[in-house]
């Protein structure tokens, strides 16, 4: 009975409009940010720089994807071409000498307009052709960074990123202190994506996403938003390309943001739930995680039971596995792992009765 709707009582419309009304949804927050923040304090260095750092990285990526297919209803297939232009935008600045934090918005700020370019052109269709012109634009963004030696030095080379120096005074040399810059980033996205559904802004495209030549009736200028839902969202990707830069690939080239990054942002948004923050967190974690635990797995079950496997079998069948896994959970729950989770709070929250009153 610890979960409950009772006693929770609203006086004014600023106590309505809370995020968490709930008091035990505000004791779970601050439990998840206190694990978050103590990562770097109970997990190896091993694992806390290939999988936890990596994934808070790709959840801020997914979140701003999120913005643009789940908030306002348009798809976008070359997402890892915002975050390279992110990524090589900040690492050539901060190689100038500007600031970390200046660099990181400099990275969004371009990919933003890039993004924003492109998604004036492709927001004249919709649908499939909406999806093929985003394509494009990953490919031609993929092509001019590889072949404009100023970007990126040639299709083979290595651009090594500057280290992270936060307000140019306290440098960032551990990997715990790298994690916290990229949790700090995350927790800032997620906030501002987590109070946009409650604004106006929110609400247009929400009335987009579900019907926009009924929002062009009331009144909302579909293109306007839709590109300004572009825009936005393509500033967070080259945020999250400059994090993954400056904090993770410590140097990048041009194979790092091919179109099969795109598809596996896609596949973390849909597999996470559409228009979910919380989605967008737990549909990275898995695309992330579960490739690396399954072949783990099998490594290790090859291992025990002596079993005579080739190597190129063991490669591919936690590939088979993982979209099986993929299929299932949609097919189980068509709204993603956020509506699993959501399902769960439910059952809590009316435990041990079977339905709200």
């Known amino acids: 009975m610890f979960y409950r709707r009772a006693g929770v009582r609203h006086t004014s419309y600023v ?41 808070v990285i790709w959840a801020t990526a997914a979140m701003g994807l999120n913005l643009l297919m789940g908030g306002a209803g348009q798809i976008h297939l070359g997402y890892a071409a915002v975050m390279a232009i992110g990524a090589y935008a900040s690492v050539h600045l901060g190689r100038a000498g500007v600031p970390f934090e200046l660099a990181v918005l400099g990275g969004g700020l371009a990919a933003a307009l890039i993004g924003s370019v492109f998604g004036a052109a492709a927001l004249r269709v919709k649908g499939l052709y909406l999806a093929i012109s985003t394509l494009a634009m990953q490919y031609i963004v993929d092509f001019g960074i590889a072949h404009v030696p100023a970007i990126s030095g040639g299709s083979q080379a290595t651009l090594q990123a500057p280290s992270v120096t936060l307000l140019g005074l306290v440098p960032v040399d551990s990997d715990a202190g790298r994690y916290w810059v990229a949790l700090a980033v995350c927790v800032v996205v997620a906030s501002f994506l987590l109070n946009v559904s409650r604004t106006g802004y929110g609400r247009a495209l929400a009335t ?54 795109s598809i596996q942002l896609v596949a973390m948004v849909i597999v996470g739930g559409l228009g979910s923050v919380i989605g967008s967190m737990l549909g990275a974690a898995f695309i992330f995680a579960a490739p690396l635990l399954l072949n783990t797995g099998l490594v290790a079950l090859v291992r025990a039971g002596d079993l005579a496997i080739s190597q190129e079998l063991i490669a591919h069948i936690p590939l088979a596995v993982y979209g099986a896994l993929i299929i299932g959970f949609l097919l189980i729950e068509p709204l993603g792992l956020a509506k699993i989770y959501d399902n769960i709070r439910k059952y809590i929250l009316v435990w041990p009765f079977r339905h709200l009153g």
Request: aromatic share 16%; with cysteine; net charge positive.
């Open 15 to 55: 106590a309505d409009r809370k995020l968490w009304p709930l008091a035990f949804d505000r004791r779970m927050l601050a439990v998840v940010m206190v694990v978050a923040i103590t990562v770097p304090l109970w997990l190896g260095p091993l694992y806390l720089t290939a999988w936890a750092l990596p994934m």
């Open 208 to 261: 987009i996403r579900d019907k926009d030549y009924a929002a062009e009736v009331i009144g909302v200028n579909s293109f306007r938003y839709k590109l300004s839902a572009f825009w936005t969202s393509s500033f967070i990707g080259g945020v999250a390309g400059a994090v993954l830069a400056f904090c993770y690939y410590r140097a990048i080239t041009p194979e790092q943001f091919h179109l099969d990054v």
